[in-house]
């Protein structure tokens, strides 16, 4: 019943920006802890930013500087602004979020959004 739905997506120059967002929706109560990761051809999925339900943010190494994760509580939506993009930036990019749901009232559900797709060209 919940979803997360990314967008914002696409090619751009290194050097360039872009802006992801992702949108939780369904039969939700609150939304804790979200964050986004990223996939690369042939490589692990590895965590880019989180972001706590009070805004306590934390970012991988390689994205630090660059990348600033935020969210709007009330559109239920998290946020990734990335500046200075590199070619290595390049990957699929996953929204992730921690939701309690009136379909399961008493534990935390994680949830993962089906992906967009980030290019960096130089």
């Known amino acids: 019943q919940v979803q997360l739905v990314e967008s914002g997506g696409g090619l751009v120059q290194a050097g360039g920006s872009l802006r992801l967002s992702c949108a939780a929706s369904?039969?939700?109560?609150?939304?804790?802890?979200m964050g986004w990761y990223r996939q690369a051809p042939g490589k692990q999925r590895e965590l880019v930013a989180t972001?706590?339900?009070?805004?306590?943010?934390n970012y991988a190494d390689s994205v630090k500087g660059r990348f600033t994760i935020s969210r709007d509580n009330a559109k239920n939506t998290v946020y990734l602004q990335m500046n200075s993009l590199k070619a290595e930036d390049t990957a699929v990019y996953y929204c992730?979020?921690?939701?309690?749901?009136?379909?399961?009232?008493?534990?935390?559900?994680?949830?993962w959004g089906g992906g967009t797709l980030v290019t960096v060209s130089s």
């Open positions: 972001i706590s339900s009070g805004g306590s943010t």
């Open positions: 369904g039969s939700i109560s609150s939304i804790n802890a």
């Open positions: 992730n979020a921690n939701i309690l749901s009136p379909r399961s009232p008493l534990s935390v559900m994680n949830y």
